[in-house]
Structure formats: C-alpha cells, structure tokens
C-alpha cells in the first residue's frame, strides 16, 4: 500500500520530518537522549546534533537536557519541543486525511497492472 511521508522546511537549510519527530518522542517517552539514541539504533552523538539542529531551527531548546551525576542526567521535552512534536503530528494527520482516496486509487492502479 503506498503511504505519504511528511518533510517541513523550514528554511533553506533545516527542516523537520518522521526521524526526529520521532527522536523528540523517544527522549518524551524515555526521559533520555542516549536511551532514545539507542531505541532508535543511532549514536549518541548523532541525535545530539539533531537536537541542537533542532535548536538552531526553532530558535530555542525543543529539549532540556540534565548532566549526568551520582543519579545519572535526563532529558525532557520543553514546551517548544512538545508543540513542534503535536504541530507536526497534526500536520501529518490533516495531510494523510487530504491525500487518501489519492492514495486508495494509486493503489489500486498498482493493483490493476
């Protein structure tokens, strides 16, 4: 079945789609940059530079991040990061809705070949 996937740009040089979306919902889900990183199968410093790119784009922190200790560190969504996570969400369902009867008769098209 054909599917859509959604990109955001947001400028020339950033943009936001499913992989950091999803990201974002990994460190809400797990308190954790490294323990998303992990659920993922991305380093460590791979979705820390998203983060920060994240950063970057929103002009913000879309997390808050604590250091690690006796207790370890954590990290949360901020109030930025969750909006962009729920806007992006949204979006992708109001286009998913748009797009489905496109999408049935694309398939059914493969189906008919």
């Avoid at 950091?20 to 993922?40: D, Y």
């Avoid at 979006?91 to 008919?112: N, P, Y």
């Amino acid at each position: 079945m054909p599917s859509l996937s959604l990109r955001i740009n947001l400028d020339p040089d950033g943009r936001i789609g499913p992989g950091k979306i999803e990201l974002l919902e990994q460190i809400a889900a797990f308190g954790s940059i490294s323990a998303a990183a992990r659920r993922m199968n991305m380093s460590y410093k791979h979705a820390w530079d998203l983060v920060e790119e994240m950063n970057k784009l929103f002009g913000k922190p879309v997390v808050a991040a604590q250091t690690g200790g006796k207790r370890g560190g954590g990290a949360q969504l901020t109030s930025v990061g969750l909006a962009v996570v729920a806007r992006f969400r949204a979006i992708e369902r109001a286009a998913a809705s748009a797009a489905e009867q496109h999408i049935l008769a694309l398939q059914a098209e493969i189906e008919a070949a």
